[in-house]
């Protein structure tokens, strides 16, 4: 920052420099630009003039002149002292020209004028020109390096989250450098955190697999030997608890495939309402719930049909789970905006717990009833694929007495 303060702070001294340079030599003052001084000795040689009527004549081929009667000439105390000190005075019309009473007795007075002052005439604006080039030019050219500087600040700080990366040309030359500099070592940090942390969710989850496939065998093998009907309830519970544990090793998966990095979207336009009705018809197959749907007609929208169809899946499916007899998927339009919102009749969500809802692995269940249990990844993934489609997630009481998500999509 010290480079670009500095930088300013020259170019003001050197503009003040050439600024004053220019203007004492396309300015100069000169005597002889006023037809007319209006001074003590100007005033002094029209009364000397007046005295005798030779220079009444010459000073009537000169001006514009008459006599007045003193008496005629209404002054303020302070001018009519002036005037019968010095015996002549000048005054200014509305025109602002200038005309003298100069006194020839006590009287008398001769009337000088009006006369015109004339002011400074320059035959062309190039000076005008000349003086915007000089200033004008190099504070634009500053003014463009720094907003092309702040412009490339601005995309760095919007990739070092470590899902892009950033690179400033000329860096050299750059009034940030250090800055930028701190930020590249800055996403390097979180690219390395990011990867290590994919890295052992996917490690992991992969090393799940195996002794969860021994487990299952040894299971199925358990069953042909075991003739006590008690052991069979185990036996139940346990491959139940292996089914849990592989769907959380693949929603893992999933998560941290989408967490990697925002994947190439097939971006084409699709009828949004078909795109709900093929969720809602695949989720209504195994349940009782009532699923409600208030869309309209037909709606074109532009987006990954597949990721968004899995953003609407993974909201309805947790509606699903929570609601007591009906859950509602609304679709409407408002200005700038396409709004798109789920909400069911069931216990609802906390107000205090509304930021968390959103994020990987929160679960707001603390019990993991088999029902309704799940592992706090399913809404973590609607808000990833969202903010592939530049828009947001919220949520909020319903009128059916649960809870509201909205997804709003920009158009």
Same mark, same amino acid.
């Given at each position: 920052?010290?480079?670009?303060? #500095?930088?300013? =702070?020259?170019? !003001?001294?050197?503009?003040?420099? @050439?600024?004053? +340079?220019? *203007?004492?030599?396309?300015? $100069?003052?000169?005597?002889?630009?006023?037809?007319?001084?209006?001074?003590?000795?100007?005033?002094?040689?029209?009364?000397?003039?007046?005295?005798?009527?030779?220079?009444?004549?010459?000073?009537?081929?000169?001006?514009?002149?008459?006599?007045?009667?003193?008496?005629?000439?209404?002054?303020?105390?302070?001018?009519?002292?002036?005037?019968?000190?010095?015996?002549?005075?000048?005054?200014?019309?509305?025109?602002?020209? #200038?005309?003298? =009473?100069?006194? !020839?007795?006590?009287?008398?007075? @001769?009337?000088? +004028?009006? *006369?015109?002052?004339?002011? $400074?005439?320059?035959?062309?604006?190039?000076?005008?020109?000349?003086?915007?080039?000089?200033?004008?030019?190099?504070?634009?050219?500053?003014?463009?390096?720094?907003?092309?500087?702040?412009?490339?600040?601005?995309?760095?700080?919007?990739?070092?989250?470590?899902?892009?990366?950033?690179?400033?040309?000329?860096?050299?030359?750059?009034?940030?450098?250090?800055?930028?500099?701190?930020?590249?070592?800055?996403?390097?940090?979180?690219?390395?955190?990011?990867?290590?942390?994919?890295?052992?969710?996917?490690?992991?989850?992969?090393?799940?697999?195996?002794?969860?496939?021994?487990?299952?065998?040894?299971?199925?093998?358990?069953?042909?030997?075991?003739?006590?009907?008690?052991?069979?309830?185990?036996?139940?519970?346990?491959?139940?608890?292996?089914?849990?544990?592989?769907?959380?090793?693949?929603?893992?998966?999933?998560?941290?495939?989408?967490?990697?990095?925002?994947?190439?979207?097939?971006?084409?336009?699709?009828?949004?309402?078909?795109?709900?009705?093929?969720?809602?018809?695949?989720?209504?197959?195994?349940?009782?719930?009532?699923?409600?749907?208030?869309?309209?007609?037909?709606?074109?929208?532009?987006?990954?049909?597949?990721?968004?169809?899995?953003?609407?899946?993974?909201?309805?499916?947790?509606?699903?789970?929570?609601?007591?007899?009906?859950?509602?998927?609304?679709?409407?339009?408002?200005?700038?905006?396409?709004?798109?919102?789920?909400?069911?009749?069931?216990?609802?969500?906390?107000?205090?717990?509304?930021?968390?809802?959103?994020?990987?692995?929160?679960?707001?269940?603390?019990?993991?009833?088999?029902?309704?249990?799940?592992?706090?990844?399913?809404?973590?993934?609607?808000?990833?694929?969202?903010?592939?489609?530049?828009?947001?997630?919220?949520?909020?009481?319903?009128?059916?007495?649960?809870?509201?998500?909205?997804?709003?999509?920009?158009?």
């Amino acid at each position: 920052m010290g480079k670009l303060f #500095a930088s300013l =702070y020259l170019y !003001i001294i050197v503009s003040l420099f @050439l600024v004053s +340079g220019v *203007i004492e030599q396309l300015w $100069p003052y000169e005597d002889n630009q006023q037809q007319i001084a209006l001074d003590d000795e100007f005033g002094h040689s029209l009364w000397l003039l007046a005295q005798t009527q030779q220079g009444l004549t010459k000073i009537a081929s000169r001006f514009e002149s008459e006599i007045v009667q003193k008496q005629d000439l209404m002054l303020p105390a302070e001018q009519q002292q002036e005037l019968n000190q010095h015996n002549y005075i000048y005054l200014f019309d509305q025109q602002q020209r #200038a005309i003298w =009473y100069i006194a !020839i007795d006590n009287e008398q007075l @001769l009337q000088v +004028g009006p *006369i015109n002052v004339s002011a $400074p005439v320059f035959s062309s604006v190039w000076p005008y020109l000349l003086l915007l080039c000089v200033v004008g030019i190099p504070v634009g050219l500053w003014s463009f390096l720094l907003w092309r500087d702040f412009a490339k600040l601005r995309l760095a700080c919007e990739a070092v989250d470590g899902s892009q990366d950033f690179e400033l040309s000329a860096t050299s030359k750059s009034f940030f450098l250090p800055i930028t500099d701190t930020l590249s070592a800055m996403q390097q940090r979180i690219q390395h955190l990011l990867t290590a942390q994919q890295e052992l969710t996917s490690s992991v989850s992969h090393e799940f697999r195996t002794p969860l496939a021994r487990l299952k065998f040894a299971l199925a093998m358990l069953e042909d030997r075991v003739t006590d009907e008690k052991a069979f309830e185990y036996i139940d519970t346990m491959q139940l608890d292996i089914v849990e544990l592989e769907s959380l090793v693949k929603e893992m998966l999933d998560y941290a495939r989408l967490d990697s990095q925002q994947p190439n979207l097939t971006v084409q336009t699709c009828n949004l309402v078909q795109l709900v009705e093929n969720v809602v018809t695949k989720l209504d197959f195994a349940t009782q719930i009532k699923l409600n749907m208030q869309l309209p007609a037909f709606y074109s929208y532009t987006c990954d049909s597949h990721f968004l169809a899995r953003s609407i899946q993974n909201l309805v499916g947790n509606a699903l789970k929570y609601a007591h007899h009906e859950v509602r998927i609304s679709l409407v339009e408002n200005t700038g905006q396409v709004i798109l919102s789920v909400e069911d009749d069931g216990p609802g969500i906390e107000q205090s717990q509304w930021d968390t809802v959103f994020k990987p692995f929160a679960r707001l269940d603390k019990s993991r009833d088999k029902k309704t249990g799940g592992f706090g990844l399913g809404l973590a993934i609607v808000a990833k694929i969202v903010s592939w489609h530049q828009g947001c997630c919220a949520i909020s009481n319903s009128e059916l007495g649960g809870a509201k998500f909205t997804i709003y999509l920009p158009k």
